[in-house]
């Protein structure tokens, strides 16, 4: 009889270390990596987001990015902003570029305004030192960061690639300070000098290094590794020391492809050649495909360490397509298409993006999610998967959740708005709403305020995704409907307006501008 009770204290003491096992890892966090690509365009995959396969879907070979559409959800109305560094900012800190007033990229230099002189208005004092993680620090924009509130709830924070949050002699120029326990290869550059090991990630001028070396990569100078194959093998050794102490961790993967230089990656780069591409756009495509093998690396690092159930992977651009010809090989603005514009517009081409989620144990394989989401909504979710509820910001965030879009792909909000603010001149040349304009969308209805012109257009984009087709005067009561949340959202936002050079006026609010104040 005593022999008998205590085999079943021991069977029932071993079952509930089980249950208690399994609870402890249900319970704990999910491991989370944001895999962001720079400049990379709507259709620059052979993953098509569209109802249907295209041309330049059919023109680039990005295997993993397949894998991950068919393993997790697809988004076909994802949005960032028209530049890099605005972007950014509102990923780390959930707040829309309007309030953020970082509305343009910011220069590696203190101090230094990126936007080209106007012969019709003034630049508008915008943030032209980027985020800052401590108060009070000139032309930046002050917020708790994502990355150090994951810290502060137990996260082990990697940073690798390219940062770009602020300028060089600010705090929010070195990961570090924004959060991240680890990094690697960030710093306040916006692009590489070379994507060349060979080269040592540098293209000296006169003798000196470029302003422009990708930093911290020593280990790899002298040697074939191409840039984006360094920065993934760095953040996954970085992810060994968490995995094996089991501690959640955040990843934030930061390529700098596709960003010019454009260089051609020697081990893709005659598959394209073949298919009769310049050279320029070949090159493209094998800095395309090269950041797909590094998307393969890490599903397949998640396999090998057998934690690919419990961690969420995020992939998204930071902007449109870039289209400007030079750099890019063939006719300008042509490289989105069916999407208007690129890089630097307020068009589609410049802002909607391919993303695609994965977390098995929430997310639905082969699903597709056509509510639309903007950059802003990444910290907020982030955080509500984390279970962290409530933080105490400084700052207000814009961001909406998108976690139930990912328990239920058919979740449609017709009511939200968007708002895509850029009161700056980006290129010289000045067409498509690459300088000085605005956006706003509500359900399928879009309209684009092009300072310039000083005119509002409007477009259906269930019907017309192209931007085609200039709605505006067909449809006077809707435009005027729209023009009124438009105003409304820029004021909310805090939004500056530009400034008339001859007269020192700001240009009228959208209502103004067609009498629907």
């Known amino acids: 009889m005593q022999l008998f009770q205590i085999r079943n204290i021991l069977v029932i003491t071993i079952c509930l270390f089980f249950q208690l096992k399994v609870e402890a890892q249900t319970a704990r966090k999910p491991n989370i990596i944001i895999f962001m690509v720079d400049d990379m365009g709507w259709q620059d995959t052979s993953v098509p987001f569209w109802k249907r396969t295209t041309p330049l879907n059919r023109r680039y070979h990005t295997p993993h990015m397949e894998r991950l559409a068919k393993e997790g959800m697809k988004f076909t109305n994802a949005y960032a902003t028209p530049i890099c560094t605005p972007t950014r900012v509102s990923l780390i800190t959930g707040v829309n570029a309007a309030r953020t007033r970082v509305t343009q990229w910011t220069n590696p230099n203190k101090d230094t305004n990126t936007d080209y ?267 509500e998967v984390a279970g962290i509820k409530n933080p105490s910001l400084p700052q207000k965030m814009d961001g909406k959740s998108f976690l139930p879009i990912l328990e239920k792909p058919s979740y449609r909000d017709q009511q939200r708005e968007l708002l895509w603010h850029h009161p700056n001149r980006w290129t010289v040349k000045d067409s498509l709403s690459n300088n000085w304009a605005s956006a706003f969308r509500k359900g399928d209805w879009k309209v684009i305020y092009n300072y310039r012109s000083g005119k509002l257009a409007l477009y259906n984009l269930k019907k017309d995704l192209s931007e085609e087709h200039d709605l505006a005067p067909a449809e006077p009561k809707q435009l005027k409907k729209l023009a009124r949340y438009f105003t409304a959202s820029l004021k909310a936002h805090g939004a500056q307006m530009p400034y008339f050079l001859t007269t020192g006026k700001p240009v009228p609010w959208p209502d103004e501008v067609i009498g629907a104040k």
Request: avoid cysteine; charged fraction near 20%.
């Open 117 to 383: 002189p106007d012969t019709l208005f003034q630049s508008v004092k915008w943030n032209l030192n980027g985020f800052s993680p401590k108060a009070g620090v000139a032309s930046t924009y002050h917020a708790l960061a994502l990355p150090q509130i994951l810290q502060d709830h137990g996260y082990y924070t990697v940073h690798s690639g390219k940062a770009h949050f602020g300028s060089a002699g600010t705090p929010g120029s070195d990961p570090l300070q924004v959060g991240f326990l680890v990094n690697i290869a960030g710093s306040e550059i916006g692009h590489p000098a070379s994507y060349f090991g060979e080269k040592n990630y540098d293209n000296p001028r006169n003798g000196k290094p470029n302003r422009n070396a990708v930093p911290g990569l020593e280990k790899y100078h002298g040697t074939d590794t191409f840039l984006s194959d360094a920065i993934t093998y760095e953040a996954l050794d970085a992810l060994k020391k968490p995995i094996a102490d089991r501690q959640p961790f955040f990843l934030y993967l930061s390529h700098y492809a596709v960003h010019t230089p454009i260089e051609a990656d020697k081990r893709y780069v005659d598959r394209y050649l073949k298919l009769g591409l310049s050279p320029t756009e070949a090159a493209y495509a094998s800095l395309i495909e090269g950041m797909d093998k590094s998307l393969g690396d890490v599903l397949s690092f998640l396999d090998q360490e057998k934690i690919a159930e419990h961690t969420l992977i995020i992939f998204m651009s930071d902007n449109g397509g870039l289209s400007l010809t030079p750099p890019r090989g063939g006719k300008e603005w042509t490289h989105n298409l069916p999407l208007k514009g690129g890089k630097g517009s307020v068009f589609e081409g410049g802002i909607r993006e391919p993303m695609l989620v994965r977390w098995p144990e929430k997310v639905k394989a082969k699903s597709v999610a056509n509510q639309y989401v903007i950059i802003e909504d990444f910290m907020p979710t982030i955080l």
